[in-house]
């Protein structure tokens, strides 16, 4: 089955720099890969998500990019803020998260330091 | 936030014992998915259902049954509880052959002692 690692599991920027957060997958297959923000005690909230057939997508200061061939994903969050502290987990999917679930990475503690 | 709902909040039960989880997906759409949050971890998915029929299952044993109602809600169903079944329980509901993005609900806690 597939198998997600994520890296780094903490890391610590200052208020206004730029946060990256890296995921490799396994599984050639996968074609679907969604990152999520939970906050402490709250749901997982899907941020962006990119499909197979793109290299990238942006929204405002977050940006995802994908490389089919290594088989890695990246999350790139710029101008970061106080709010944007949360634990963030990437995922992979064999469909649009259908019959093969998602498989997550163990999730990275982003703490924006003021 | 998603229009995903689940009951009860958080659970406390004993070693051998049942448990029922209900979710209620968002309006709109037709898939349910479990997975089970372990403290510190990345949920981890257990089954989809799918038309009332499991569609797809992780790694979890037969103890972890399901049940998808007319309306797309869920129930998650729990035998024999062992300790390590504490844990957060999300659903996430989704539209089968369209977008197919999971929006979670806040989930259940449930600890077993």
């Known amino acids: 089955g597939e198998n997600v690692e994520q890296h780094p599991s903490t890391l610590s920027v200052q208020e206004g720099d730029s946060a990256v957060i890296k995921c490799t997958y396994s599984?050639?297959?996968?074609?679907?890969f969604p990152w999520y923000k939970q906050e402490l005690g709250k749901r997982p909230q899907l941020i962006i998500d990119?499909?197979?057939?793109?290299g990238e997508k942006k929204d405002q200061r977050i940006a995802v990019t994908l490389n089919k061939t290594a088989k890695h994903f990246s999350l790139h969050i710029t101008e970061t803020q106080p709010e944007d502290s949360a634990v963030y987990f990437c995922?992979?999917?064999?469909?649009?998260?259908?019959?093969?679930?998602?498989?997550f990475g163990k999730g990275t503690h982003l703490i924006i330091q003021p | 936030e998603t229009g995903v709902t689940q009951s009860p909040t958080h659970l406390i039960k004993t070693r051998g014992q049942q448990v029922t989880l209900r979710c209620s997906s968002q309006?709109?759409?037709?898939?349910v998915s479990w997975y089970q949050q372990a403290l510190g971890q990345g949920p981890q998915f257990i089954f989809q259902?799918?038309?009332?029929?499991?569609?797809g299952r992780g790694n979890f044993p037969p103890r972890f049954s399901g049940l998808q109602f007319p309306n797309y809600s869920s129930e998650l169903n729990v035998n024999a509880l062992e300790l390590d079944d504490s844990a957060l329980y999300l659903c996430?509901?989704?539209?089968?052959?369209?977008?197919?993005?999971?929006?979670f609900g806040p989930g259940t806690r449930l600890l077993v002692l």
């Open positions: 996430a509901s989704s539209s089968a052959g369209l977008e197919e993005t999971q929006y």
């Open positions: 599984d050639s297959a996968s074609n679907y």
């Open positions: 990119i499909r197979s057939n793109v």
């Open positions: 995922a992979a999917t064999t469909s649009g998260g259908g019959a093969d679930g998602l498989t």
């Open positions: 309006s709109g759409h037709n898939t």
């Open positions: 259902y799918y038309r009332e029929e499991e569609n």
